[in-house]
C-alpha cells in the first residue's frame, strides 16, 4: 500500500502531534463550492466597481494624458494644515507619495491606477484568478486609504479580503473552475516535499497474543 501526504515538518501540529487543521465551520466558508453562489454575488459587486471607477478615468484626458487628476489627489493628500490633522497619518508614506509627485510619477502612474483598476474588475467578474485579483484590489484599497480616502475602500477591502480566503472556490461560478484545476498541477510539482510510504505485509512483525 503506497500513500502521498505532505511533509509535516514544518506544520502546526496539536499536542497529540496532529496536524492542525481549519476548523468545519472555515472549510465550508472557504473551501465549500455550496457557497461559490455568494462569493459570485460579492466578487461581481465589487468587480463591477472597480470597473465603473476604471471607466471614468480612461475616458479622462486628466488621467491619460496628463496625470493632473491624480497629481491633484496627492498634493491635497500631502497637506499638512495649521490646524487639525492631515490626511496622511504616517509620515513614511507622505514621504513615499511627495517623492512620486517630486518625480512627476503621476503622469504614467495615473494609467497604471486606471488600467489596475479595470484590470481587477474583470478578473473578478469573469471569475479569473480571484485570489490574485482579490489581493491586488485590497492593495489599491490600502493605498486610498493610506492616502485620506476612506469612501468606500474600507468596504471594498473587506469584500476583497473575504475572497482571498475563499480562493479556491470564489471563482467556481467562473474561469477558475477550469483554471485552477489545471495550474494546480503545476505548482503541486513544487510545493511542500511529499514522502512517499510503502508498506509490505511480510514486513508487518507478527505480534502474539
Do not use: C
Amino acid at each position: 500500500m503506497s500513500a502521498n501526504v505532505l511533509d509535516p515538518e514544518h506544520a502546526v501540529k496539536t499536542e497529540r502531534g496532529t496536524v492542525l487543521q481549519d476548523p468545519p465551520l472555515a472549510q465550508f466558508l472557504f473551501s465549500d463550492t455550496r457557497l461559490s453562489a455568494v462569493w459570485l454575488v460579492i466578487r461581481v459587486l465589487l468587480g463591477w466597481g472597480w470597473v465603473t471607477a476604471a471607466l471614468g478615468k480612461l475616458s479622462d484626458p486628466a488621467w491619460m494624458q496628463t496625470g493632473e487628476a491624480l497629481k491633484g489627489f496627492w498634493s491635497k493628500a500631502v497637506e499638512i494644515p495649521a490646524t487639525g490633522k492631515p490626511a496622511i497619518t504616517f509620515d513614511w508614506y507622505r514621504n513615499f507619495i511627495q517623492g512620486m509627485l517630486d518625480s512627476g510619477s503621476y503622469v504614467w502612474f495615473a494609467k497604471v491606477v486606471a488600467f489596475g483598476e479595470l484590470l481587477i474588475g474583470v478578473a473578478l467578474i469573469l471569475g479569473l484568478f480571484v485570489g490574485v485579483a482579490a489581493f491586488l484590489g485590497a492593495f489599491m484599497n490600502w493605498n486610498y486609504i493610506m492616502a485620506g480616502s476612506a469612501s468606500t475602500n474600507g468596504l471594498f477591502g473587506l469584500g476583497a479580503i473575504l475572497l482571498i480566503l475563499a480562493w479556491k472556490t470564489a471563482g467556481y461560478y467562473g474561469l477558475d473552475r477550469w483554471i485552477l484545476p489545471r495550474i494546480g498541477m503545476t505548482w503541486q510539482q513544487y510545493g511542500p516535499r511529499r514522502v512517499r510510504s510503502t508498506v509490505r505485509m511480510d514486513q508487518v512483525p507478527k505480534v502474539n497474543p
